[in-house]
């Protein structure tokens, strides 16, 4: 199992440190243990979010799963890790967007991630990104916006073969040609 794997592999630098006489394996290591806490919080977060849209009745915060966030994204940055540190700030933009029905504050998350994803080449946060920045513009009425960032969702998705996420991407598009046919046929 990877978690025996990881478990060798990081008490390694205690072996190396201790009985092989490197000392410097102690930095090392605990470079490496931080960096896989990070990945740890992520999928934490992401679980404990996968959780909350689950739930029957939703709570209107969930504090663990913010704090998971932060940790994660906390962690990627004091390892270099930006592709991580992207993705970790993107999910604290999920928390504050979907979790706390907060957009506003939740877009300078949302344009990290996107800034950071873009730059790393990490098409699938970037695709997260684009699609709830969809969401933000269309909240605002920035229909022209929504739509531009919603069909970025879909063609970064289709471009990674990610059929679950591409009809995720697609539903939101359909909401988003629906709305406008609705409002073109009230007028």
Known sequence: MAIETLRSHLDGFYDDAVFGGRPEAVDTGLVAARHAQAVVDLARGKLLHARYLAADERPG???????TFE???????????????GEAV?????YHQVVRSDSEAALPFLESARDVAGGQRDDLTLSYAER???FHAWEA???ADARAHLERSVELRRA???PAGTAAALLALAEDEATHADATTAA
């Open 61 to 67: 915060d969930v504090p663990e799963e913010l704090a």
């Open 90 to 94: 993107l999910w604290l933009g999920l």
């Open 160 to 162: 990674l073969d990610w």
């Open 71 to 85: 940790s994660a994204s906390e962690g990627f940055a004091a390892v270099g890790d930006e592709r991580g540190r």
């Open 132 to 134: 709830h920045l969809g």
């Open 141 to 143: 009425g920035r229909d």
